[in-house]
C-alpha cells in the first residue's frame, strides 16, 4: 500500500514549505494538500516557492483539493454555491497547472456547504474542473464528508457522492472513498470496497473515533488495506489524520 501525507493536518508544526521535507525525512514520497493559499489566485512567487518545497524534498504530490474557501472557519467547498462560483472557476486553471507541474493525478472538488447551494451549478463546476484535469490527465474527485462536523454539507453517504458523479458524466470524474467520514456515518467501509472500489478516485483515511492514525479507534485497518489490494486499488492512500507530537507515523512498523 502507497501513502501520502497529508501536509495540511499532519506536521503542521512546521511552516507548510518546511512539511515536504519533514514527510521525506520520516519516509514518504508522497504529500498531499488542501488548497494552501489564501485566495483563488495566488502570487507567481507563493506558487513557486511551493513548487520549489515539493521538488526539492523529492516527493511527489499525489492529491490537491481546489479552493474549498476558508477551511479553518468552517467552509467546506464552493462548487456548488452561487456566490462563491466566480471564485471558484477562477481557481480551475490556477489549481490545474499548479497540479500539472507538479505530476499530480488527483484534484478534489468539495460541494459546498448549504443552505443555499445549487446542484445544477454543482454540475456546471464539475464538467468544467473535469474538462480542464483532462488536459493533464488529471482526475476530479467527490468527496462524502461526515454530518457530525460538517453538518451543513449535503454530500454525506457514497451513494449521494456516486449520484453527482454519474449526473457530472465525465470519465475522470471519480469519487473519494474518505473511510474515516464514511464509516462515521454508519457505511460498511469493507463492503464499500468490496462493490464499488473501481470507482475510487482517491482513498483518505483516519480512524473512528476521534480522526486519529490508524489503530487509535476501532476500524480494522489490515483489513481495510487488504481488501484494497484484493480490489485492485493502486493509488495512493492519504493519510488525513490528526495527530500531535513524536510517533505519528509509527502505526505503520507495526
Request: glycine share 12%.
Amino acid at each position: 500500500m502507497k501513502f501520502a501525507v497529508n501536509l495540511s493536518i499532519l506536521l503542521t508544526d512546521l511552516p507548510l514549505l518546511e512539511r515536504p521535507a519533514a514527510a521525506a525525512k520520516a519516509g514518504f514520497d508522497a504529500v498531499e494538500l488542501w488548497w494552501p493559499f489564501d485566495g483563488p489566485e495566488p502570487g507567481d512567487a507563493e506558487l513557486a516557492a511551493l513548487r520549489k518545497a515539493v521538488e526539492d524534498a523529492g516527493v511527489r504530490l499525489t492529491g490537491l483539493n481546489f479552493d474549498a474557501g476558508d477551511m479553518a472557519a468552517g467552509d467546506r467547498g464552493l462548487l456548488a454555491r452561487p456566490g462563491d462560483s466566480a471564485r471558484f472557476q477562477a481557481n480551475i486553471d490556477v489549481a490545474v497547472r499548479l497540479a500539472g507541474e507538479l505530476g499530480c493525478g488527483v484534484l478534489n472538488a468539495l460541494y459546498g456547504n448549504g443552505p443555499g447551494t445549487d446542484r445544477d451549478l454543482a454540475v456546471a463546476n464539475l464538467r468544467r474542473a473535469a474538462d480542464a484535469a483532462a488536459g493533464i490527465g488529471a482526475t476530479v474527485v467527490v468527496e462524502a464528508l461526515n454530518s457530525h462536523e460538517n453538518p451543513k454539507y449535503p454530500i454525506t453517504s457514497s451513494r449521494a457522492a456516486f449520484d453527482l458523479i454519474d449526473e457530472a458524466g465525465r470519465d475522470n470524474v471519480a469519487f473519494l472513498a474518505d473511510l474515516y467520514h464514511l464509516h462515521r456515518m454508519g457505511e460498511d467501509v469493507l463492503a464499500l470496497i468490496d462493490g464499488h472500489a473501481g470507482r475510487f478516485g482517491h482513498v483518505q483515511i483516519a480512524d473512528d473515533p476521534g480522526r486519529g492514525r490508524p489503530g487509535s479507534g476501532r476500524m480494522p485497518y489490515q483489513e481495510i488495506f487488504a481488501r484494497l489490494t484484493a480490489a485492485g486499488y493502486r493509488g495512493h492512500v492519504g493519510l488525513e489524520y490528526r495527530h500531535e507530537g513524536p510517533g505519528a507515523f509509527d502505526w505503520r512498523r507495526t
